[in-house]
């Protein structure tokens, strides 16, 4: 049986967590792997800023640090910010699959650019610009900026416990309206989830876009089973390997770190 870590950039409990794992049942995969959804010890309440993205870099890094030792057979980190994964890979033999430059490099295979869905949340109006700059920033990273048409942003409140579950009826039409925006006004060909956590959506955003709907999790999962298959893993031109590791440094002061955390 092939095992793949699945590493949650929050520190949830085990209700969220599951809910997390639910994204397996909107993708068909083969009976010989299994995936475990751990969340990392420590980090931010939000995700807003170079505070909070240093602190979840560096919690998803330290939950993935052994997941060879552990006996598992690749990594997929489940945040479309791809953090820790660079880290991670430097790290780690076996494959470590990132979701956010991957589905849109993906969408990019069905159409010639995309738009990135995105959230702010009224109760906190300055998520709106640091969301629109975080985006920004990855999408530069990537070499991608150029494919992409827009970020179509949308209101409601964040909620990484129960993500949308109960405000189905309240948030999907919001998220269609700033979908159809994009491809309408905005020249989108595809539109890709700017987060893992709004896959409950995905469906019904196919369902009634014209364009390519590209669900960032689903798509790791199918990922991660392709490049096992091909025996493939990252680079170590690319990613160099540490010359000393320090692994009990790293998981000291994520328990700290998990001591401390409100």
Do not use: W
């Amino acid at each position: 049986m092939t095992k793949v870590l699945v590493i949650v950039p929050l520190p949830l409990g085990a209700e969220a967590v599951e809910r997390r794992r639910r994204q397996l049942q909107h993708v068909k995969l083969g009976p010989d792997i299994e995936f475990d959804f751990r969340p990392v010890k420590a980090g931010p309440i939000h995700f807003m800023g170079r505070h909070d993205e240093i602190l979840i870099e560096f919690s998803i890094f330290e939950a993935g640090l052994n997941a060879e030792q552990e006996g598992y057979d690749a990594v997929c980190v489940d945040t479309t910010s791809d953090s820790g994964v660079a880290e991670l890979r430097a790290m780690l033999d076996i494959p470590v699959i990132a979701t956010g430059r991957a589905s849109m490099l993906y969408a990019l295979m069905l159409s010639d650019n995309f738009s990135l869905l995105g959230m702010f949340d009224p109760d906190f109006p300055e998520s709106r610009d640091a969301g629109r700059n975080f985006v920004n920033s990855v999408l530069k990273i990537s070499g991608l900026e150029k494919h992409c048409a827009s970020i179509a942003l949308y209101q409601t409140q964040g909620d990484y416990d129960m993500l949308y579950e109960g405000r189905e009826n309240k948030v999907f039409p919001k998220m269609l309206e700033a979908c159809k925006k994009a491809v309408e006004k905005d020249g989108a060909q595809s539109i890709c989830l700017g987060s893992t956590a709004m896959y409950q959506a995905g469906d019904f955003l196919a369902e009634n876009l014209s364009v390519p709907v590209i669900n960032p999790g689903l798509l790791s999962y199918r990922l991660v089973e392709t490049v096992l298959f091909m025996g493939h893993s990252q680079s170590r031109v690319t990613y160099p390997k540490p010359l000393v590791r320090r692994d009990a440094m790293i998981h000291a002061m994520l328990d700290a770190a998990a001591a401390n955390q409100e």
